[in-house]
């Protein structure tokens, strides 16, 4: 399946981007803890050189939570601070004030052996499309300062937002361009909602979520669609997952006219389905695959 996407807006956001993140001293960089690896774009690296860094696991309460565990594990062992979140809770947000300061310590340290007081941190949040960076601003801010909706490339406005006497925080989010030359990771970005579903082929696009989930989540899909046992058994669904989706139009009623199945139909509703968490909690990758 071929997955294309790298817009002109992209070109731009990366240039804004640049001139933003001289401003602050900490990049706080959001990935979809369904798939870390593939929302992340490895620019971030280059782009936030010599600036603190800490990594937000956002949509942790939509992933499996073995795996989320595996991931911090991942970027520990990278260097990196870790937090895993749901930025829709802001109960769920406590832990992140303090990994800022953690981030930042040494800077901190370093104004206090200068003499300089009271100069709150500065941070900016990055993330590719649909990660949640607008959430987590607003429910990190506690106010409606960030536009959200669930499509890619919705963030746009510059103000400094207090947080506390500590720490200030760009309202505008970096908005970082997916990355991408392996076909899988295509497919978990498009899966994830991070490029744009009308340059998708929907279809392919389910099935291949199906069969990945026949494999490594086969209760959560059973309980979802009761699709019958002789399906589920001997890894029939995960070599044949269009044989699932036939099933899942069946039981959905998923019709066109003349009764004919609508396989597209019932495509739009698996991964519905999947992104909306309805199909329980979901990685679709691990750090053991990606290596
Ligand atoms: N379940 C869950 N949903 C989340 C979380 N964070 C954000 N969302 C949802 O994900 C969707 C996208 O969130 P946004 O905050 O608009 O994402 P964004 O990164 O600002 O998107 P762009 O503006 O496209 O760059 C929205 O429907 C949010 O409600 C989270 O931690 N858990």
């Given at each position: 399946m071929q997955v294309q996407w790298y817009p002109g807006h992209m070109t731009k956001a990366r240039r804004a981007m640049k001139e933003d993140i001289?401003?602050?001293?900490l990049v706080i960089e959001l990935l979809d803890a369904r798939a870390p690896l593939s929302s992340r774009n490895p620019d971030i690296d280059e782009l936030g050189r010599q600036k603190a860094r800490l990594i937000i696991l956002n949509k942790a309460d939509l992933a499996d939570e073995e795996a989320n565990r595996s991931w911090e594990l991942f970027f520990r062992e990278k260097g990196y601070l870790v937090v895993r979140a749901d930025?829709?809770?802001?109960?769920?947000?406590?832990?992140v004030q303090a990994a800022i300061l953690e981030a930042c310590r040494e800077k901190i340290e370093r104004d206090r052996r200068r003499g300089i007081k009271n100069r709150p941190v500065r941070a900016m949040v990055v993330g590719i499309p649909n990660v949640g960076k607008s959430t987590f601003i607003n429910s990190y801010a506690g106010r409606a300062c960030a536009k959200t909706g669930n499509k890619p490339g919705v963030t746009r406005g510059n103000q400094w937002i207090r947080?506390?006497?500590?720490v200030e925080l760009l309202d505008t989010p970096g908005i970082l361009w997916p990355k991408f030359e392996d076909e899988q990771v295509g497919i978990r970005l498009a899966l994830l909602g991070s490029?744009?579903?009308?340059?998708?082929?929907v279809e392919e696009l389910s099935l291949e979520l199906l069969s990945m989930a026949a494999s490594r989540y086969p209760e959560q899909l059973t309980k979802r669609y009761q699709l019958p046992e002789e399906l589920m058994s001997e890894g029939l669904l995960i070599k044949e997952p269009v044989r699932g989706l036939e099933e899942i139009a069946r039981l959905r009623s998923?019709?066109?006219?003349?009764?004919?199945?609508d396989y597209a139909k019932a495509a739009r509703l698996v991964i519905d389905d999947f992104r909306s968490g309805r199909l329980g909690r979901i990685t679709l990758e691990l750090p053991e695959q990606v290596q």
């Open positions: 001289k401003l602050v001293d930025s829709r809770s802001r109960g769920d947000l406590r832990p947080l506390s006497k500590e490029v744009k579903d009308d340059i998708l082929n998923c019709l066109l006219k003349g009764n004919e199945l």
